[in-house]
Nanobody
Framework: QVQLVESGGGAVQAGGSLRLSCAAS????????VAWYRQAPGKQRELVATWISDLGAHYADSVRGRFTASRDGAKNTVSLQMISLKPEDTAVYYC????????????????WGQGTQVTVSS
C-alpha cells in the first residue's frame, strides 16, 4: 500500500510564494507523473499543472509562468512551486500521482493526496 501525503499549503499575501509537496511512502513507488488540481469553494475542480517524466510539464493558462511542477531527486516526492500568488489562486490543492506515464498521459492516476489549503489575501 502507498500513502501519499501533501504538505506546504498555507496563507500568504498576494505576490507571495508557496511550495506544495506530495510524498509517497509505504511500498516502493516511483512517481513518474503528477497532476496538480485545485478546487475553490463553489467552483469545479481545475487542472492547473501536469508533469510527466520524459515529457515535461504543462500548465493551465491561469498559472503559466508562475507555477512550476517538478519531481525531486528521490523520485518519491513531487512539488509545485508557486510564485506571484494571486487571490484567485485560493483553493484546496490536490496532487494525483502515477508510476505509469502512458496511463498518466490518458489521465489515469494511481493515488491522490488529501488536499492542502492555499489562501492568498489581497
Amino acid at each position: 500500500q502507498v500513502q501519499l501525503v501533501e504538505s506546504g499549503g498555507g496563507a500568504v499575501q498576494a505576490g507571495g510564494s508557496l511550495r506544495l509537496s506530495c510524498a509517497a511512502s509505504g511500498r516502493r513507488f516511483n512517481i513518474n507523473a503528477v497532476a496538480w488540481y485545485r478546487q475553490a469553494p463553489g467552483k469545479q475542480r481545475e487542472l492547473v499543472a501536469t508533469w510527466i517524466s520524459d515529457l515535461g510539464a504543462h500548465y493551465a493558462d491561469s498559472v503559466r509562468g508562475r507555477f512550476t511542477a517538478s519531481r525531486d531527486g528521490a523520485k518519491n516526492t513531487v512539488s509545485l512551486q508557486m510564485i506571484s500568488l494571486k487571490p484567485e489562486d485560493t483553493a484546496v490543492y490536490y496532487c494525483a500521482v502515477a508510476q505509469d506515464t502512458v496511463l498518466a498521459s490518458a489521465g489515469e492516476y494511481d493515488y491522490w493526496g488529501q488536499g492542502t489549503q492555499v489562501t492568498v489575501s489581497s
